[in-house]
């Protein structure tokens, strides 16, 4: 299996839009889709294994993105502008919380909540990391 997380690409997402995913492999699923599911949860075990590791990246990428711009120029052109995006979200989470509170509520998540979630995350992660050393070796370098 080959595969990237471009964590330059990382956008900010409300929890209202996402969708989840069927990954049971059913009768009536093509060989293609078969395969693409088993793909899928190959790289979301992978994912899952690897969070706290993954998110101490994401924090540390946009940290430096969004706090020292000027020193990091080549990697700023790389990276989405994560300031406007979340910018953008927050106007479409105002829009849609006013449009459907006629309708009904939704459960939105605030990036601080995302962010106090991932540490969260991350502390459990590395608690279960202690009693299990067990890691990958392109994140040995981390630590």
């Known amino acids: 299996m080959i595969g990237a997380l471009n964590l330059n690409n990382m956008i900010p997402v409300d929890i209202s839009v996402l969708q989840k995913i069927d990954l049971h492999i059913r009768s009536t699923d093509t060989p293609q889709i ?16 690897n969070q ?16 020292y711009p000027d020193k990091n120029k080549n990697l700023v052109r790389r990276c989405c502008d994560f300031i406007k995006l979340e910018t953008i979200l927050d106007k ?35 608690e279960q990391h202690k009693n299990n050393p067990k890691k990958d070796k392109e994140f040995q370098d981390i630590d």
Do not use: G
């Open 92 to 126: 479409y989470i105002k829009n849609t919380l006013s449009t459907e509170s006629n309708k009904r509520k939704k459960s939105h998540i605030t990036l601080s909540q995302i962010k106090k979630n991932s540490e969260i995350i991350s502390k459990k992660q590395k």
């Open 52 to 67: 706290d590791i993954i998110l101490k990246r994401a924090n540390q990428l946009y940290d430096i993105v969004t706090k």
């Open 34 to 49: 078969i395969a693409y599911k088993e793909l899928m949860k190959d790289q979301l075990s992978w994912c899952q294994a």
